[in-house]
């Protein structure tokens, strides 16, 4: 099962994006849906998750404030809103989902599927 990311692009900072994980075909029930980011030269790192219902999310103390995870169950789809962006968001976002054991994990061995990653660049 591929996800597929999309809505990368190039923001000058303080700006807004909106970043779409989509699994055609496929529901992710029970599936912990997660964003993470790799800067160049860093490890990947987690930046939100939100449970199958929705009603549960957490956030890295990065982004916290500044991002919303949310998703559309309907539409299979992830999304995560990023609003005041900065410089040392630039990064390749990826989409992953987990089989939900009890947390919204924030461990990237824990993810399953992943998407192809989309890029997100912060100009100051």
């Known amino acids: 099962v591929q996800l597929q990311a999309s809505g990368g692009g190039l923001v000058q900072a303080g700006g807004s994006l909106r970043l779409s994980c989509a699994a055609p075909?496929?529901?992710?029930?029970?599936?912990?849906m997660g964003w993470f980011r790799q800067a160049p030269g860093k490890e990947r790192e987690f930046v939100a998750a939100?449970?199958?219902?929705?009603?549960?999310?957490r956030y890295a103390d990065s982004v916290k404030g500044r991002f919303t995870i949310s998703r559309d169950n309907a539409k299979n789809t992830v999304y995560l809103q990023m609003n005041s962006l900065k410089p040392e968001d630039t990064a390749v976002y990826y989409c992953?989902?987990?089989?939900?054991?009890?947390?919204?994990?924030?461990?990237?061995?824990?993810?399953?599927?992943w998407g192809q990653g989309t890029q997100v660049t912060v100009s100051s």
């Open positions: 075909g496929r529901t992710f029930t029970r599936y912990v």
């Open positions: 992953g989902a987990a089989f939900f054991l009890g947390t919204l994990t924030t461990n990237q061995h824990e993810y399953e599927y």
């Open positions: 939100i449970n199958w219902s929705g009603g549960s999310t």
